[in-house]
């Protein structure tokens, strides 16, 4: 099983980046999928997760209205389209899959049984 995130860069504050998380060894389909991210000297956070099935979205407070969270056609890709990048958005990006993980837990790191190498995000100002 691997997870491989992409798109990582670095941008100026305002500007836009599209992270991809391509997962393979199995079906993802009935997986949620999640984003985190990890500032250094930061505790790793939530920022955006899809559900299983009917595929809804979670955002950390931080990134609402400017980040969003998709899956591709496949259900083994998700993307994450950042607009209005800010400084405080840098950081290492990961992206995540959990079986369990429903709705209401998905913002919890400890759900999540499959994670991605990581992808960096740099923002000046």
């Known amino acids: 099983v691997q997870l491989q995130a992409s798109g990582g860069g670095l941008v100026q504050a305002g500007d836009s980046l599209r992270l991809s998380c391509a997962a393979s060894g199995r079906n993802f389909n009935n997986y949620a999928m999640g984003w985190f991210r990890q500032a250094p000297g930061k505790e790793r956070e939530f920022v955006a997760g899809?559900?299983?099935?009917?595929?809804?979205?979670r955002y950390a407070e931080s990134v609402k209205g400017r980040f969003t969270i998709s899956r591709g056609a496949s259900r083994n890709t998700v993307s994450l389209q950042m607009d209005n990048l800010k400084p405080g958005d840098a950081a290492v990006y990961y992206c995540?899959?959990?079986?369990?993980?429903?709705?209401?837990?998905?913002?919890?790191?400890?759900?999540?049984?499959?994670w991605g190498q990581g992808t960096l995000v740099t923002v000046s100002s």
């Open positions: 899809i559900s299983r099935s009917v595929s809804i979205t």
């Open positions: 995540a899959a959990s079986y369990s993980a429903t709705v209401q837990v998905i913002s919890t790191p400890d759900r999540y049984e499959y």
